[in-house]
């Protein structure tokens, strides 16, 4: 597709300096501008590109602009940002074409119910008692256990598995390869090893949930696992059983959770973190990356280091650390002083 930098203006109320006509065929970085293509600017450490890019427009945040002639066409705007986002969910509509229908290749138990507006691909599985709401895609191998129920535009990805009594809400989005429903990790020692533990619960993901491909989500031991209005998981997550998540969490990838833990809202988790069982975290929660948290984490709190602590007092320690050797040197060199022993260089 071709667009001119006016009609790109129009769809995002943008302010054009230069030749309203050039034409963009791509979109490309702005490290790896291209001719022809579009890119955008909204940070100060990106503000060079400005003289050096190839690319034909830019849209660019009004306060990295100078009163000077730029090479590229440019696209003025408070936000870049937010505005390159709106584009490029804009060409996402455009260049997709929405399925529907029952593809031959798939199965449908007669009890399931499908709406006439979704869709359900080849090679897939909808068991019975099964439900599929109204403009929801369901593509290849994706598997749905019995009284599984998917609401309104969901796009379940290829492989997924959703086991049985596993509910996902409106508008969610759930990548390649991911497993809702799994049995919880649970097991009791007894005289002949360890025995399982029947996991009889089910995973609920509210509405507006976005989970990468390769998670896994357990099912409750009795009750729900619960994924919160709005969460997003990145790829690679373990979460345990009967976690529950409140709304607008950020996981990143790799993150594990252990069974029954519990946050709020608008908590922000790094990759490679992991969490003890039976804790709660509270609300606008920051956990860096790699650590490890095994207590109650109040709002607003931010913490580093495995075991975590406050991020901030970890970085000064961290400092120390670095010269642990030199420290230890000093230390050494004035018990050998106050001693009276000679110091070696």
């Given at each position: 597709m071709e667009f001119t930098a006016s009609q790109i203006a129009g769809f995002i109320n943008g302010?054009?300096?230069?030749?309203?006509?050039?034409?963009?065929?791509?979109?490309?970085?702005?490290?790896?501008?291209?001719?022809?293509?579009?890119?955008?600017?909204?940070?100060?450490?990106?503000?060079?590109?400005?003289?050096?890019?190839?690319?034909?427009?830019?849209i660019v945040s009004e306060h990295l602009l100078e009163d000077k002639d730029y090479k590229p066409t440019i696209i003025a705007l408070p936000d870049a940002y937010a505005a390159f986002q709106v584009l490029m969910n804009l060409y996402q509509s455009m260049r997709e074409t929405k399925k529907m229908g029952i593809e031959s290749g798939s199965f449908v138990h007669e009890t399931a119910t499908v709406a006439a507006d979704a869709y359900v691909a080849a090679f897939a599985y909808v068991s019975e008692k099964a439900s599929v709401g109204s403009g929801t895609e369901i593509f290849p191998h994706v598997f749905l256990g019995k009284n599984v129920k998917i609401g309104e535009n969901c796009r379940i990805a290829s492989g997924v598995k959703i086991h049985d009594y596993c509910v996902v809400g409106d508008h969610c989005i759930i990548h390649s390869n991911t497993v809702i429903g799994s049995d919880g990790f649970g097991f009791a020692p007894d005289k002949d090893g360890l025995k399982k533990i029947p996991q009889l619960g089910n995973v609920v993901i509210e509405n507006n949930v976005e989970i990468g491909s390769n998670c896994s989500i357990d099912r409750g031991t009795i009750g729900s696992t619960v994924i919160g209005e709005g969460t997003k998981l990145d790829n690679l997550l373990q979460i345990a059983h009967n976690v529950k998540l409140g709304k607008n969490n950020v996981i990143a990838a790799q993150t594990g959770i252990a069974g029954s833990t519990t946050m709020g809202d608008w908590n922000m988790i790094g990759g490679q973190a992991g969490?003890?069982?039976?804790?709660?975290?509270?609300?606008?929660?920051?956990?860096?990356?790699?650590?490890?948290?095994?207590?109650?984490?109040?709002?607003?709190?931010?913490?580093?280091?495995?075991?975590?602590?406050?991020?901030?007092?970890?970085?000064?320690?961290?400092v120390h650390f670095r010269n642990l050797s030199a420290i230890v040197k000093r230390i050494d060199d004035l018990e050998k002083k106050i001693s009276g022993q000679e110091i070696n260089e």
């Amino acid at each position: 597709m071709e667009f001119t930098a006016s009609q790109i203006a129009g769809f995002i109320n943008g302010r054009i300096i230069g030749d309203e006509n050039t034409i963009i065929t791509g979109v490309s970085p702005i490290e790896s501008g291209e001719e022809g293509h579009l890119s955008f600017i909204a940070q100060d450490k990106f503000a060079g590109y400005l003289e050096t890019t190839a690319c034909a427009v830019l849209i660019v945040s009004e306060h990295l602009l100078e009163d000077k002639d730029y090479k590229p066409t440019i696209i003025a705007l408070p936000d870049a940002y937010a505005a390159f986002q709106v584009l490029m969910n804009l060409y996402q509509s455009m260049r997709e074409t929405k399925k529907m229908g029952i593809e031959s290749g798939s199965f449908v138990h007669e009890t399931a119910t499908v709406a006439a507006d979704a869709y359900v691909a080849a090679f897939a599985y909808v068991s019975e008692k099964a439900s599929v709401g109204s403009g929801t895609e369901i593509f290849p191998h994706v598997f749905l256990g019995k009284n599984v129920k998917i609401g309104e535009n969901c796009r379940i990805a290829s492989g997924v598995k959703i086991h049985d009594y596993c509910v996902v809400g409106d508008h969610c989005i759930i990548h390649s390869n991911t497993v809702i429903g799994s049995d919880g990790f649970g097991f009791a020692p007894d005289k002949d090893g360890l025995k399982k533990i029947p996991q009889l619960g089910n995973v609920v993901i509210e509405n507006n949930v976005e989970i990468g491909s390769n998670c896994s989500i357990d099912r409750g031991t009795i009750g729900s696992t619960v994924i919160g209005e709005g969460t997003k998981l990145d790829n690679l997550l373990q979460i345990a059983h009967n976690v529950k998540l409140g709304k607008n969490n950020v996981i990143a990838a790799q993150t594990g959770i252990a069974g029954s833990t519990t946050m709020g809202d608008w908590n922000m988790i790094g990759g490679q973190a992991g969490l003890a069982g039976h804790i709660h975290l509270g609300n606008y929660v920051k956990i860096q990356g790699q650590s490890g948290v095994n207590y109650n984490m109040k709002d607003g709190e931010v913490v580093y280091g495995s075991p975590a602590f406050s991020a901030s007092e970890y970085r000064r320690n961290y400092v120390h650390f670095r010269n642990l050797s030199a420290i230890v040197k000093r230390i050494d060199d004035l018990e050998k002083k106050i001693s009276g022993q000679e110091i070696n260089e």
